[in-house]
Every structure is written in structure tokens, then in C-alpha cells.
């Protein structure tokens, strides 16, 4: 039954990693489209796209950033595309929810609330940059706050419910997932949903065993059957949390988004290899991948030809 089957999420790019940091990051529109494809033929069923300038790398998103990869995977794959409405945390909401607004995805990611959002630690690893920006965004997390307020979240939920797009909800906290409950009981998002927990990055919970399970009893709680349950894990615990969660029965999602390392001080040379590092983990649990297809049944999405590119 595709219910037990595991759903693979691959997030290309992201804002957070920058150029200088590892030579294979996805930068261009070209780089992209190919490491997403490479991501879907690897095992991964949704892939989890931002976009970048082609010259510096630095995080843009206007609905022009996304068309000339959107149009590339679409035409090249039936895998499942989600696009980002957290974008950058420096960027108002109404910006960031623009693209998803106008290219009408299976699947939107949305922030269940705001947080302190720590990025600086990176600069006691990386100390050569090709770009001021990066190193200038690194030191500005000091004094940032990723806004996601109540009503950021309601215009992203009325602005997108109408295209038929559904959502991956990123919960940092605790609190973030008695956020959504809020936005469910409200009647604004509808189940099954997809509540993706995010372990590991400075301002949010924590990656140890008891924060994911803590984290997964409170989506119980709340949620009951209404939800479907994904991980994901920055840097060094990105394979632990996996697989954790993959023999509790949940979901995964990897990408140099999330993390640009496949083994201790060696950089994953590719978003692929991700994808097959965690497939292998999966199936030696003797579990089997969700295709495309089959996590738009778990997920209950509206189908890879209602989407606008």
C-alpha cells in the first residue's frame, strides 16, 4: 500500500548554504533543473526549489527566477515540485509567497511561525568567501528574526488555497505545530497534512533522539491520523534523523538545502547522492520508496497537470 511507502524530499538549493561553501551548490538555472532531475531519477518524489542569481548565488525570488527551471523539470520528469514560500528570511512575506502564487505548485513549503534564525555559527567553519553578501548575511543572523506572524501565515494560506496547492509545513518548535493546529481547527488547511519537523538550526529545536520524538508526540497528540510525518536535519544530523524517523514510519528529506555533506569532513558532490545515500538507509530497513505518484495519493495533491508552468 503507497500509506507504508517512504516519501523522499529533496531540497536543491535552499538561502542558507552559499557559493564559496562547496563547488557543487545548485546555482544556476541550468544547475537546478539538472540537480533536481538528477535528485527524481536518484529515488526523490518531490523536489524543493529557490532560486539564485547565476552570478553571485545569492537567494532571489521573483516568479521570473523560477520559470526557466520550472519549465526544464516539468517537461523532463513527473516528479512532484514544491516550491519555497520561506525563501530568505530577509524578504517580506509578500514576496515570498509570489512565485508559488503565480506558478501554482503540487506543493508550497510555509513556516508555522517566527524564530530566531542563526546562521552565524558558519563563519567559524567557512572563512573565504568569492562574495561580500555572504559573509555579510552569515554575521547579519545575529539580529535576525524570521518573521512568520499570524497574519503572514493566514495571507500565505488565503493567497495560495485558492490555486489547489498544498503545503509542507515547517515546524522549527514545538510551538510551531500548535501554530498549524490553530490554522486546522480555523478551517484554513485541510488534512492529510504534511507536517515536515526541522531539527538542528540555531533558533529552533535541537537534533537529539528526544527532540524528534518529542516533536512527534505532540504532532500525535494534536493531529491524530490527519497528518503525514517528514524530518528534516541540518549538517551532521541530517542521515541520523532520517533514519530515525524512516523505522518510526515517517517521511525524509535531504538536499544540500539542508545540509552540503555526505560523511564527515566530505562534501556530498551532488543532491543525487544524497537521495541515494538515504534511499540505501531506507531500504535496508526493508522499507520500499514512494514514487512521484504515489506520495501525490499520500499527500492527496491535485496532480502534476494542474500546476501553471
Not at 538555472?29 to 526523490?44: K, M, W
Not at 496547492?165 to 498549524?180: I, P, W
Not at 490554522?183 to 529552533?204: D, R, S
Request: net charge negative; charged share 20%; with cysteine.
Amino acid at each position: 500500500m503507497t500509506t507504508h511507502k517512504v516519501i523522499i524530499s529533496c531540497a536543491i538549493t535552499g538561502s542558507i548554504h552559499t557559493p564559496s561553501m562547496s563547488p557543487h551548490l545548485p546555482v544556476t538555472a541550468q544547475d537546478i533543473a539538472v540537480s533536481a532531475l538528477g535528485a527524481a531519477e536518484a529515488g526523490a518524489a518531490i523536489v524543493h526549489l529557490h532560486a539564485r542569481d547565476p552570478e553571485t548565488g545569492q537567494p532571489v525570488h521573483t516568479p521570473e527566477d523560477f520559470e526557466p527551471f520550472l519549465r526544464v523539470i516539468r517537461q523532463s520528469s513527473d516528479v512532484v515540485v514544491n516550491l519555497t514560500t520561506g525563501a530568505s528570511p530577509y524578504m517580506p512575506v509578500e514576496y515570498r509567497v509570489k512565485p508559488a502564487a503565480v506558478w501554482k505548485p503540487e506543493v508550497a513549503s510555509l513556516n508555522m511561525g517566527s524564530m530566531n534564525f542563526g546562521l552565524f555559527p558558519m563563519l567559524k567553519r567557512f572563512k573565504t568567501f568569492k562574495h561580500q553578501w555572504e559573509p555579510d548575511m552569515l554575521e547579519g543572523s545575529h539580529d535576525l528574526v524570521f518573521r512568520n506572524s499570524f497574519k503572514d501565515i493566514r495571507y500565505a494560506l488565503e493567497t495560495l488555497n485558492a490555486t489547489g496547492t498544498r503545503y509542507e509545513f515547517e515546524c522549527y518548535d514545538t510551538s510551531h505545530l500548535y501554530n498549524l493546529h490553530y490554522f486546522w481547527t480555523e478551517g484554513l488547511v485541510q488534512a492529510p497534512l504534511f507536517i515536515q519537523t526541522c531539527f538542528g538550526l540555531l533558533g529552533g529545536i535541537g537534533s537529539h533522539p528526544d527532540d524528534v520524538m518529542h516533536m512527534k508526540r505532540t504532532a500525535d497528540r494534536l493531529f491524530g491520523d490527519n497528518y503525514r510525518w517528514s524530518v528534516l536535519a541540518a549538517g551532521q544530523a541530517q542521515m541520523k534523523v532520517a533514519a530515525m524517523a524512516a523505522s518510526m514510519g515517517g517521511h525524509v528529506r535531504v538536499g544540500l538545502e539542508d545540509s552540503l555533506w555526505i560523511g564527515r569532513g566530505k562534501l556530498a558532490s551532488s543532491n543525487a547522492e544524497q537521495v541515494t545515500r538515504v534511499r540505501q538507509i531506507i531500504e535496508g530497513l526493508g522499507l520500499e520508496i514512494a514514487t512521484p505518484d504515489d506520495a501525490r495519493a499520500i499527500l492527496s495533491l491535485k496532480g502534476g497537470d494542474a500546476v501553471g508552468f
